[in-house]
């Protein structure tokens, strides 16, 4: 009887924390939203266990999860998403994407991200963190170190299968930006090669047809870029 009654009673307090730390990190997403704030945010001393955290999060989140994400509402679910939007917030200021790809605990973290863009599931949840991954590592990229470092990761065939395997407009359209972003001051020779390979220029033909306006116009600026070279070859 005792037995059962601990095991209650840890049930209980692992809900109540579960449910603390999504409400904590949503708040905190909120806050990250200004500027002002991201830079207090940094300039604490809690900046890189924060910043492992997250990592360790993502990785135990798609090795728990390889198919079905937690639903959308859960607990568990606006935990991670809330500490996907607060990086994204993060990346967003000129100080945050610089400590991200300057400091080695930043660098880990886009890592982590790359990981995880990888290896998200295709249901509503897996999307949501999708995109926001998406729009991190676009702000990322937006920073000549960060930029370098994403083209040093080979970030491309990653994104090209997104671009196949995605219908989601919104999904679709953050993938071309970030694509656009690594092509259009391209930081390794070999990266416009790489975008080639890894992007079928038929489909950026057909995405420039389609329905959706921004993605329609981002593809073809992407295509622009492309076709030329793919005529040298």
Same mark, same amino acid.
């Given at each position: ?85 607060? #990086? %994204?917030?993060? +990346?967003?200021? /000129?100080?945050?994407?610089?400590? @991200?790809? &300057?400091? $080695? ?85 070999? #990266? %416009?090669?790489? +975008?080639?390979? /890894?992007?079928?220029?038929?489909? @950026?033909? &057909?995405? $420039? ?25």
């Amino acid at each position: 009887c005792q037995l059962s009654k601990a095991r209650q009673q840890l049930s209980q307090q692992s809900e109540f924390c579960s449910s603390m730390g999504a409400c904590a990190c949503s708040l905190l997403w909120r806050v990250s939203r200004i500027e002002d704030n991201v830079d207090a945010i940094l300039s604490g001393s809690t900046v890189e266990p924060f910043l492992e955290m997250v990592c360790r999060t993502l990785e135990g989140c798609v090795t728990a999860y390889p198919v079905h994400f937690p639903q959308e509402m859960s607990d568990e679910a606006q935990f991670v998403l809330s500490l996907c939007g607060i #990086i %994204t917030n993060i +990346a967003a200021s /000129a100080t945050g994407r610089d400590f @991200l790809s &300057s400091a $080695s605990s930043g660098n880990r973290l886009i890592d982590a991200l790359i990981q995880t863009l990888s290896s998200t599931p295709r249901d509503k949840t897996g999307k949501q963190m999708k995109n926001l991954i998406l729009m991190a590592l676009y702000n990322i990229s937006i920073n000549q170190k960060g930029l370098k470092y994403l083209s040093d990761k080979k970030i491309l065939p990653i994104v090209g299968w997104i671009l196949q395997d995605e219908q989601e407009a919104d999904v679709v359209l953050n993938t071309l930006r970030l694509v656009q972003s690594l092509i259009m001051e391209p930081q390794s020779p070999t #990266i %416009t090669l790489e +975008a080639l390979e /890894a992007i079928p220029l038929k489909l @950026l033909e &057909s995405l $420039s047809q389609d329905r959706n306006q921004e993605v329609k116009a981002t593809a073809m600026e992407i295509l622009s870029d492309l076709q030329p070279l793919h005529k040298e070859e």
